[in-house]
């Protein structure tokens, strides 16, 4: 009942308030309009003041001033100092500065060489060499017979270096003894030779002594001075006393290089062999310019040949051009030169042990050189080089077996001169695959052109060497080598017959074991062809030999 009544009183109270409500809305939507002029306004604009505020930056920083008083204070023990640490570099490999090496063969007996010298040092450098080769062996000649073919040598030497701030002090005196024996001969003449009347020596004695300087850079004159002194003489009382004083200073420039060779050469000689003493004087004044891939050489080489009372004076031009087209790979080249040979009895007598005791020698003069070809790397592991030259050479010497006494055997040879044109084709190539391996090979082939002589006695026209080394694991070390030369004309007699020395090829072959890093043993066997080739005129080489032996460092 309550429920009702609460339901009705709602109602009532809802129909009472509704027409109010909507009276209320009528009056809120009516319009009023009000006319008025339009009046803008403009808000103040904010100003900067026309004097800047500063901001004083300077601090100032009191002045404090401490003031310690040290007093000692004694304690009851002792510090012990800590020693500085060190950097322990790389240890140094031991070094094996000394060797002996002892060897047999079928010719050699015996064969015998050694080499003393210091430890390491920073300061200096000494040593000494000894070297002794010996041979029994027999020739073979082309009638079969044999004729005694020793030989005998003997290299003593002591040598020095003494290293100072910036220059190197050096010298070396040596002692050599060779005895060869004239065991060739024609042998269509009936003799017998007997060993001691065959017998030939010459003793030798050198003394070199060398002062250069040592920069690291080229901001310095570089100089380098030498003195040398020679004396020679044979088992016939021949001998030569030689002596040389040779100096070289130059300096580099930024693109420029500048520089003189000076040397004083004097050679006097018994009476036998001439009787006049031989004094040359060379002054060589030159230039260098360089760039990138280009070099450039000239000056001009002034000698004076004093032989006795006659002198002379030679000019020789020296140049050389070089420019490198392709980063090493092609460097074409050319230049000319021109020099005057000494030909000493020391020189000559190393060349044909062989010659007549006593004979006369004369200067060569190379009066003008002229050259051109290409050199550079196929790659990082090959080295080429090819050459043409042009040559007017005087008083060039050939030998020739002695044809001046009437009782002559042929075993000995003298020396005839002659002018010639020389024209020399020489190529040269180097390949190294690797550090283990390596091959080289040079050959010249020589057109000569005579003015007196027939022929360019004993020289030949082509000539060839070849070389190659293996190295496995520093334990096998292999090497063979191939000497070809060509075809040589002989003179046979003052009437201008001819003979012909045949080409000839020898090979050798050496092997090297190395046991252990001190001791080692090797091979070496020569002339595997077996050929009995003639180097000089009547005079065979030994066939095939070998030499056996070990050698032992410390």
């Not at 080489?301 to 140049?319: C, Q, T």
């Given at each position: 009942m309550i429920q009702k009544i609460l339901i009705y009183t709602c109602i009532l109270g809802f129909l009472v308030l509704t027409p109010n409500y909507l009276n209320a809305q009528e009056k809120l939507v009516k319009e009023v309009q009000v006319v008025k002029p339009y009046e803008p306004t403009i808000s103040d604009a904010y100003k900067l003041t026309h004097l800047p505020k500063i901001t004083d930056t300077v601090k100032t920083i009191p002045e404090i001033k401490y003031i310690l008083q040290t007093k000692p204070m004694n304690v009851g023990y002792s510090v012990t100092p800590i020693m500085p640490a060190k950097m322990v570099g790389e240890p140094l490999s031991k070094l094996y500065n000394s060797y002996v090496k002892i060897g047999l063969g079928t010719k050699m007996l015996p064969m015998f060489e050694a080499y003393v010298n210091n430890k390491r040092s920073k300061d200096y450098s000494i040593g000494a060499y000894y070297k002794f080769l010996n041979s029994i062996g027999q020739a073979t000649f082309d009638n079969d017979e044999k004729e005694f073919a020793g030989f005998s040598d003997n290299d003593l030497r002591f040598f020095g270096k003494k290293y100072i701030k910036s220059s190197v002090i050096q010298g070396d005196l040596g002692l050599l003894s060779n005895t060869r024996y004239f065991y060739g001969y024609d042998t269509r003449v009936d003799t017998i030779l007997q060993k001691e009347n065959i017998k030939q020596n010459f003793l030798t004695l050198d003394l070199n002594a060398n002062y250069k300087s040592n920069y690291v850079d080229s901001t310095h004159v570089n100089y380098d001075f030498g003195v040398s002194l020679d004396y020679t003489k044979d088992n016939f009382e021949n001998n030569e006393l030689g002596f040389t004083i040779a100096g070289d200073v130059n300096k580099i420039f930024t693109k420029e290089m500048v520089g003189v060779n000076v040397a004083i050469e004097h050679y006097s000689t018994s009476e036998s062999i001439d009787s006049s003493n031989n004094t040359i004087i060379r002054i060589?004044?030159?230039?260098?310019?360089?760039?990138?891939?280009?070099?450039?050489?000239?000056?001009?080489?002034?000698?004076?040949?004093?032989?006795?009372?006659?002198?002379?004076?030679?000019?020789?031009?020296?140049?050389?051009?070089?420019?490198?087209?392709?980063?090493?790979?092609?460097?074409?080249?050319?230049?000319?030169?021109?020099?005057?040979?000494?030909?000493?009895?020391?020189?000559?007598?190393?060349?044909?042990?062989?010659?007549?005791?006593?004979?006369?020698?004369?200067?060569?003069?190379?009066?003008?050189?002229?050259?051109?070809?290409?050199?550079?790397?196929?790659?990082?592991?090959?080295?080429?080089?090819?050459?043409?030259?042009?040559?007017?050479?005087?008083?060039?010497?050939?030998?020739v077996n002695d044809l001046v006494n009437s009782d002559s055997i042929g075993n000995k040879f003298g020396v005839v001169y002659d002018d010639i044109t020389l024209l020399n084709y020489f190529g040269e190539i180097s390949v190294s695959p690797s550090e283990a391996l390596s091959f080289h090979v040079k050959a010249n082939y020589k057109d000569y052109e005579m003015t007196d002589e027939a022929e360019p006695w004993h020289k030949p026209r082509f000539d060839l060497q070849f070389t190659t080394r293996y190295n496995l694991r520093q334990k096998i070390i292999l090497k063979a080598d191939i000497l070809s030369i060509g075809k040589r004309f002989v003179k046979l007699n003052d009437a201008g017959s001819i003979g012909e020395l045949e080409s000839a090829i020898d090979i050798n072959f050496g092997a090297e074991y190395r046991y252990s890093r001190v001791l080692s043993g090797f091979i070496q066997l020569n002339n595997l062809l077996s050929d009995n080739y003639y180097e000089w005129n009547y005079y065979p080489s030994y066939g095939f030999n070998i030499l056996v032996g070990v050698t032992y460092s410390f």
């Open positions: 060589n004044p030159w230039l260098g310019i360089f760039g990138d891939k280009w070099r450039v050489k000239a000056g001009i080489n002034i000698n004076s040949d004093m032989r006795g009372d006659n002198s002379k004076a030679l000019y020789y031009p020296v140049g050389h051009l070089e420019y490198d087209m392709a980063n090493h790979y092609l460097i074409p080249y050319a230049g000319v030169d021109g020099k005057l040979e000494v030909n000493n009895f020391q020189k000559m007598s190393q060349i044909n042990p062989f010659l007549v005791p006593g004979t006369g020698i004369l200067n060569t003069d190379h009066k003008i050189i002229l050259y051109g070809g290409i050199r550079g790397n196929f790659n990082s592991t090959t080295y080429y080089n090819f050459k043409v030259s042009y040559a007017l050479i005087d008083n060039m010497p050939f030998f």
